[in-house]
């Protein structure tokens, strides 16, 4: 089992940036590739980027590459996403994954049934 939780959102302006942790807990974290993926009311849940289990190798939608950016400290069992120029469009609950599917390599998951673990989801929220 692995527990999820992740903070650091919030209301803030359009253009403004934001870093969003995910405190990781109850597996070896350094096995995991861990995602972020964010849904807004009345829209499915969408994959933002995801990071490979030694931070090596990262992958981002193209609806946000440029923006985003995901990192992660082993040693913390911590995956953070860092959002810059953000838009009202990107108001939404976003959530951190990990996946179990790839182990050590250098494969990333992308897709919501990869993913076997999901924190409950920090609110942003983006003001014109």
């Known amino acids: 089992q692995v527990q999820l939780v992740e903070s650091g959102g919030g209301l803030v302006q359009a253009g403004a940036s934001l870093r969003l942790s995910c405190a990781a807990s109850?597996?070896?974290?350094?096995?995991?590739?861990m995602g972020w993926f964010r849904q807004a009311p009345g829209k499915e849940r969408e994959f933002l980027g995801a990071?490979?289990?030694?931070?090596?190798?990262?992958v981002y939608a193209d609806s946000v590459k440029g923006r985003l950016t995901i990192s992660r400290d082993n040693a913390k069992n911590m995956v953070y996403l860092q959002a810059n120029r953000l838009k009202p469009e990107d108001t939404a609950v976003y959530y951190c994954?990990?996946?179990?599917?790839?182990?050590?390599?250098?494969?990333?998951?992308?897709?919501?049934?990869?993913?076997?673990?999901w924190g409950q989801g920090t609110q942003v929220t983006v003001s014109s």
């Open positions: 994954a990990a996946s179990t599917r790839y182990g050590s390599s250098w494969l990333i998951p992308s897709r919501l049934y990869e993913y076997d673990y």
């Open positions: 990071i490979n289990w030694s931070g090596g190798h990262s």
């Open positions: 109850g597996r070896t974290f350094s096995s995991l590739a």
